[in-house]
């Protein structure tokens, strides 16, 4: 007897029949999603194209692979009918284990950038220490607080140009413990540290500078000798005899013509004989001709010290303000007696610090000054410096040669924006950077073995008439 159904039962029958294929398709699909992953091909090494007689079977034992893991890499085997021809290219992967060595290797590699990355302030912010006695409770602190100022200011001006720049700072005062405060992490992690003030910290750390591969910058004047053995130091300021000889050198280049005349000031307590005396005797092994005068010699005696063919030059053996106006009213004597003679003053740094009053009479003798630092107030770049002080720290800057804040901004921009363009390559270079400072220049030269002493001077010029010119070396 047949079976009949109802039409709900055929519409009923069918829902099972769909639910129940369904289950099978998404089954097979299951089974061929897992048989894919299990089967996953590598990556391809290389392309071979196949020679006469070769075999699916013989390249992949002749690569170190499965028969079944060079067909993943290749697809085309396993279409229906297909056959390995003479002259096919075909894809050679890596297997297992090479492929798990060539991950490795680039998770090393980018660990190995990463860290070369982490090391190179050129890839990230410049790291800056500071340790210096920042404090008020004397001069010193005081000081060294406002030279932390103008180097806050270099690093306001390093990142409006883009630098990223982390600064940490700390009171190492003149009792201060430097083991302690390296001890801090923070402080190995620094690109460059600024200090310290006092000759008996240097060596503690030099030395941790050394071990961290630090830049050393000690900004003021030391007794020490560590930048001689220490190629991570930094020296900025120069000894006398470092500097009087390169003064002499330049005033044998650039004043061989003139006539020298030395005056003899009477002053028992002056020092500027490592200046006028080895000067002396380099003008005697060149055979430039000089005179000898003395302060208290009557008018017609000391003009006679004068040469009226050549210009002269009068370098006096003190620095004293009191003898160099007596001098200067002996020159106005001489300047009234012979008028077509021509006077000009050879002085030193400390001039610089003198009243507006001298200023003029430089000018009236054309004088040039060596020194390390040039602090112009009427300069533009100078000007624009102590507005921007003044504007942050509601205060103007003491009255001090050097200005302390500008040399903290000098030495701040100088050597950041020479640690962000050449990283752990910056070793202070004239023109690196293109920064000759506001107040200060900057030319490094490394001592044979050890660290790096500023050699960079200068002749300030008070030109005739008004003006004047910096002349740097």
């Known amino acids: 007897m047949k079976k009949t159904h109802s039409e709900g039962a055929v519409r009923q029958a069918l829902k099972s029949i769909a639910r129940k294929a369904m289950a099978a398709t998404t089954a097979v699909a299951a089974t061929f999603l897992f048989a894919t992953a299990a089967s996953a091909q590598q990556p391809v090494k290389f392309k071979h194209e196949v020679k006469k007689k070769e075999t699916i079977f013989g390249i992949a034992n002749q690569n170190g692979l499965t028969v079944q893991e060079l067909i993943d890499a290749n697809p ?57 006695p920042l404090h008020d409770v004397d001069g010193d602190g005081r000081r060294m607080v406002e030279y932390y100022r103008g180097l806050l200011m270099a690093c306001d001006s ?79 300021y120069q000894n006398d005899v470092d500097f009087n000889g390169s003064v002499i050198d330049k005033y044998m280049d650039r004043f061989k013509d003139y006539h020298a005349v030395f005056i003899d000031c009477n002053d028992a307590e002056s020092r500027k004989g490592i200046f006028t005396i080895p000067l002396r ?42 003898e160099l106006r007596q001098v200067i009213a002996k020159l106005d004597k001489v300047k009234a007696a012979e008028p077509k003679l021509e006077i000009s003053l050879f002085g030193y740094t400390e ?70 363009l050449y990283g752990k390559e910056f070793y202070g270079n004239t023109g690196v950077n293109g920064n000759s400072g506001v107040q200060t220049p900057f030319h490094f030269k490394r001592n044979s073995g050890g660290g790096l002493q500023n050699k960079a001077f200068m002749f300030v010029h008070f030109i005739p008439g008004g003006g004047m010119e910096s002349i740097n070396f």
């Open 158 to 236: 390093i990142k409006r140009e883009g630098v990223s720049v982390d600064v940490h700072a700390w009171n190492l005062n003149i009792e201060g413990d430097v083991n302690k405060i390296i001890s801090d992490p923070a402080a190995a992690k620094c690109d460059i540290i600024f200090g310290p003030l006092y000759t008996k910290q240097v060596k503690a750390l030099g030395d941790f500078a050394l071990k961290n591969d630090i830049k050393l910058v000690i900004p003021f004047s030391i007794s020490s000798d560590e930048a001689l053995r220490n190629r991570n130091i930094f020296q900025v």
């Open 351 to 420: 001039w610089l610090m003198y009243t507006k009053a001298p200023n003029e009479n430089f000018h009236r003798y054309d004088t040039y000054i060596p020194t390390t630092f040039y602090y112009n107030p009427a300069g533009a770049r100078t000007k624009r410096i102590e507005q921007r002080y003044r504007w942050a720290f509601h205060e103007d800057m003491q009255q001090a040669l050097p200005r302390f804040a500008i040399t903290g901004f000098d030495q701040g921009y100088y050597f950041l924006r020479g640690l962000h």
């Open 281 to 322: 005797r380099e003008m005697s092994n060149k055979g430039v001709d000089y005179s000898i005068t003395n302060l208290t010699s009557d008018d017609a005696a000391f003009k006679k010290a004068f040469s009226k063919k050549k210009r002269n030059m009068v370098i006096l053996n003190t620095g004293k303000s009191p």
């Open 76 to 132: 085309k085997m396993k279409e229906p009918g297909y056959e390995l021809q003479k002259g096919d290219s075909i894809n050679i992967p890596y297997t297992a284990a090479e492929y798990a060595e060539v991950k490795k290797k680039q998770a090393t590699t980018a660990a190995e950038k990463k860290a070369a990355n982490e090391a190179d302030p050129r890839k990230r912010e410049v790291r800056v220490g500071v340790m210096l």
